[in-house]
């Protein structure tokens, strides 16, 4: 076996291994069960069953983040990690909408599930020109266990001050009016 060969079987094997911790983490029976071209024109949402997480995650310099900090927001959280293809491939949709969003006070934030954290997802996220304003890292998918998360991507919209919310699993059309004013709809109801 050449040398090049090795390496990239060594690759797939640490690929394969991050993918079953992170499914036994965090109970991903599918993490990858929606195929890139499978995201819908609507989101398919579904009442948050487990009470948000009051644990802190990271920001991209290390500082201790809590979800109550933005309680005066409406929120989009999309949770993602790089060895996604569908969390990859909606990434520059999300990044498209979040200045829109955002102006109409509606917060996009992105959360990665990556085990390397800021290291591996920060270079990931500028190499592809993805500036959403905050960032958060959560490679011990402390988050993703306390919501009870089944896959990935998986997006929750929340009211701002409130502890309820709404989850969609999968991919989505970001940039689909059809989305945007579910998203809206929903945060102003």
């Known amino acids: 076996m050449s040398y090049k060969t090795e390496i990239q079987k060594n690759q797939h094997e640490i690929t394969r291994r991050r993918f079953m911790q992170l499914s036994s983490a965090v109970g991903l ?16 949402l579904e009442a948050g069953e487990m009470p948000l997480p009051l644990t802190p995650i990271n920001t991209e310099s290390g500082a201790e983040f809590i979800l109550s900090e933005l309680r005066e927001f409406d929120l989009v959280i999309n949770f993602w990690a790089t060895w996604c293809p569908p969390c990859v491939h909606e990434l520059p949709h999300l990044n498209t909408i979040t200045t829109e969003l955002n102006a109409e006070g509606i ?10 954290g800021a290291a591996v997802a920060a270079p990931f996220l500028s190499q592809r020109k993805i500036t959403a304003p905050l960032s958060l890292y959560d ?17 929750l919209l929340i009211k701002k001050n409130s502890a309820s919310y709404q989850v969609h699993t999968g991919p989505a059309d970001w940039d689909n009016d059809k989305i945007k004013g579910q998203i809206r709809k929903y945060l102003a109801s």
């Open 139 to 155: 490679p011990s998918a402390s988050w993703a266990r306390a919501l009870g998360l089944k896959g990935l991507p998986t997006t």
């Open 107 to 116: 917060k996009v934030i992105l959360v990665s599930m990556d085990r390397g």
């Open 29 to 44: 029976a599918s993490v990858l069960a929606f195929p890139v071209y499978a995201a819908p024109s609507s989101l398919l």
